[in-house]
DNA sequence: CGGGCAGTTGACCCCGCTCAAGCGCGGTGG
DNA sequence: CCACCGCGCTTGAGCGGGGTCAACTGCCCG
């Protein structure tokens, strides 16, 4: 992270999502407080373990959070992007940070203290409410997941995957999911071997499901790969 | 649910855990406002997607929490106890049930409506902030379930369970675990089949790492257990 | 006494993991 | 400029963990 990169946030993060629900008066404090830095392609913001002191959001780029199993292997829990805060847990919890954050596309990360967090959450209820909506949504979806790994074999959890991909990212103007994903990253998504997803994309693209181009994925056929997603 | 079986709670619950944080004029509302029930086992508490209008809290007994994948396969995301309160989710994050919760042995509990809920934590920023800290705990648990799942084989997993419940549940004076479940909530909670849960259990009970008699389980070797749980 | 459910055991076999080999491509250095 | 290396991707072969199916037992309860 070079020197240069170092307080040049634009505010945008601030001013989305849960901080709509605070004032003016506490807005200009916290512009003044945060702290953002710019970080590169596999960087990262902080490992699971460590203590954090603070918590992030996100400008722009996209942010994953994964744990490491005893063999080494990524199980990415989920993804930031803009607006989206992450740290929070650890800070509230009082405990270590549960997952790394890497950086998979270059990011603009506002930081802020712990203890002017708190501030906010104590002194703003409908803040303090909004945080909450927000972890319980997270505790939701991780609840869903439980169940998709545990009972869906790896076709199915693939083709959710794509979808849920598609739904958090978007396309871009060719029909390209927004996000670009190493085969190996997408294996630690759906919680399975590289070569698995590798057949498996060949598959949906011999099926006409989905084209592939390097790491550009397009989806052709969402109704088919929501039907192999099993979801309803 | 017979109807006098209403109204005999004996505000153990709302002593507990989180409730520590409200002011006696709270507490006291509190107990006017809420409303007790004592349900038998298997009775159903919630249905998973169903509206939720309040929270409850456990006074005694034990509840289970779990979602249902298509085949009808029960997936156990977590247990209640005495003291601790749930529903709370879905009425934060303004969703409909994302579990079933139905009760594993014959409880007492408290129901708190939304409302009353919600203004508890608009004004009292102390017990809004360890509710928070509550479903960031949950949240930390759900996330390594979920790498569990997706990367422990199954010897691993149940090795895994039994020190869960040791811990959340401990023993009676005979050493035995303090919950009875089925092999087949066993297998819902490790995300497998009964059979290989049985097997797997005949397996430890052989290695003299446990004790079965019925439904009870009794841990002999708990090192042991956490050695193959590959738990650090 | 009979029906039904939980538990148990054996047989079978398929999904998906692992290992290995090969390919394409971009970066680096001689 | 090309040779080489390394990394990501792909494909094939093999096999084993664990899911499924079926049969049997013991037990509870009507």
Redesign the interface.
């Known amino acids: 992270m070079s020197y240069d990169k170092i307080n040049k946030c634009e505010n945008y993060s601030i001013t989305n999502d849960i901080f709509k629900k605070i004032t003016k008066e506490e807005y200009d404090i916290l512009s003044y407080i945060k702290n953002c830095n710019k970080y590169d392609k596999g960087e990262v913001i902080y490992h699971e373990g460590s203590r954090i002191t603070g918590v992030y959001c996100l400008d722009s780029g996209i942010v994953k959070h994964y ?1 490491t ?3 080494g ?1 990524e ?1 990415i ?1 989920r993804f930031s992007k803009a607006g989206d805060i992450f740290g ?2 650890s800070v ?4 270590t940070a ?2 790394t954050a890497k950086v998979v596309e270059e990011s603009s990360v506002c930081f802020i203290p712990a203890t002017h967090f ?1 501030k906010l ?3 703003n ?1 409908d803040f ?2 909004s ?3 927000l ?6 979806d ?6 998709d ?4 074999n790896v076709r199915e959890r693939l083709a959710e995957i794509l979808l849920l991909l598609h739904d958090n990212f978007g396309t871009n103007s060719d029909g390209d999911l927004n996000i670009f994903l190493t085969r190996e990253e997408l294996a630690g998504l759906v ?1 399975t071997a590289t070569e698995s997803v590798i057949r498996l994309l060949s598959e949906f693209k011999k099926d006409k499901i989905i084209q592939l181009n390097k790491r550009k994925i397009k989806i052709l056929n969402i109704k088919e790969l929501r039907r192999i997603s ?1 979801d ?1």
């Open positions: 744990k199993g005893n063999d292997k199980q829990i929070y847990r509230l919890s009082n405990e549960c997952t708190l959450i104590k002194e209820s303090a409410l945080l909450m909506q972890s319980c949504k997270e505790l939701g991780a609840n869903k997941y439980i169940l790994i545990a009972q869906k919680g099993q309803f």
